[in-house]
């Protein structure tokens, strides 16, 4: 039986291995921390669960591709779908406007808030319905589709297609510069950076409010456990922590196996790299085997930006519910540099009442930065107590801030845990700590996804969200599934799984 290594066991590299047992190779999967599931994650804290990940996750809709790669690979097993009303509500000087499900009720109120702004109102709600018909592609990968796959994706994917030629040459601050009143052009970017494709708005939105978009009862690390289980239950091994150093190439450049830190040669048949590509071509293959669409987004960062997030968690001792749900709002009391965004987003878990104990709430903060983020935080943290003591600082600012803003909370919070860009690079070696892709700009002179084969070694494929920008957990779902169909066509074998 042929060996398939993986490395990583993250959500790619999960399914990955999913899917590898399922058409028969013996499959092992090497992750570096203790436990899988690498960003999709969270972590207990002093009887609360702070979940990491998991806010909307695309493919909860039965009958979708998607929803049969999470099916095909234990991620909804036994659950129960949490769904919401509202996908989030923004809020500005004092007015507040939310994105629901039901469109009707959101272009209504939009129109009441915003008459001047009527017009286009109309537009993008027109394209977010349109946009509820799009389905993700993930049956085969591009290169292996044959003309009825074609066909299909032309059908399933047809309405977006539309969509890119109507927002054609434009990014999310056009859309918003079609718009008046700020709160509405606020909402439209709390969701979707200023740089990213116009279409990624009504498209996002229009996702949800097709009824996709729900919460796996658990949240993100009893996700990541399911898709472990099903891989064992068929037979896949895991080592965790088993942190990989290098992929070992022949002199004819074929790779035969993986060393780990401990020094112990692993050998093997096939190999996905399922974690960061940074990571992989920096330090488990050379550099200059890179795809090419994958070295332009790295060589020019300003036109393929990456992101990152200051985060806290606090523990609120009242279970009176001040935000109902997810909101984005200024923060200007608590913004600690020009590369911080202007608004916050808070977060409470009060749909999933074992996150915290009785009679008490978890609330989550974020707030968005570019990529000076990183160079910021990296740099403070080569002084572990400075990192540490400006992490609290701004900890206690937000929670100063939430206090006044919310008076039934005075005296009732506590900082639970605050985490930086520096965490996601400790914890997954996620390239400047970011926790998805790059995005795809009007700058960006690629609009494809790059290749996961990798120049001059044939046995390798690479998977991962980097894969399919901007990232996210469906595009790294879909990677995992199509690196294993990539080797079943190496190997001469049927793809379909
Ligand atoms: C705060 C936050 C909120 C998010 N919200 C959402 C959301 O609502 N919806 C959504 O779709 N997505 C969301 N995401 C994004 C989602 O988590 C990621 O897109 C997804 O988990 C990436 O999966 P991956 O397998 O490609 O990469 P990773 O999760 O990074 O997995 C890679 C794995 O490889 C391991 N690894 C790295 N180097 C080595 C090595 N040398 N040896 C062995 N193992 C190694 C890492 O430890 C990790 O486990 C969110 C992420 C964060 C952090």
Redesign the pocket.
Known sequence: MEKVII????????VAGVYAQKAGFETEI????TV??????GWDREGYYID???????GTTPGTDLNKIWSDSGALDGVKILTSDKMYTSELNGEKLTLWKDIDRTEKEMVELSPEDEIEIRNLMKNCRSARKVQIPARTPAEQMKIGDLLRMTFTMGTALKMFKVYKGMDTQDLMNRFQHPLIRCTISDFCTKESLAHSFPMSYGNYVSGDGGIPQGG?RAMAQRIRKRFEDLGGKVFAP????KIVLNDAGKAIGIT??DGRLIHGDYFVA???TD?TFS??LDRERMDDVLREAYEHPEAYPVYG?F?VAFAVDSDVDMLNGEIMMESSQVRFADFVSPRITVKNFNYEPSFAPAGKQILQV?LGMTDEGWKYWSELNRDKEAYRARKMEIAGNILKMLEEKYPPYQGKMKILDVWTPVT?HR????YKGY???YTITKQSRQQVYPSPFVKGVDNVII????MSAP???????I??KYSIQRILKKCGRKTEI
């Open positions: 490395i990583g066991g993250g959500i790619s590299g999960l090497y992750e570096k921390n899988v599931g690498g960003e999709c994650t990491n990940c998991i806010h909307w996750l695309m993100s088993a942190s990989v150093e780990l830190s399922a974690c960061d990571y330090h488990l997030m985060q974020m996601y914890y997954c070696n996620a926790n998805q892709a998977a991962g969200q980097w990232g996210g957990l469906p595009g790294a779902a990677q995992g």
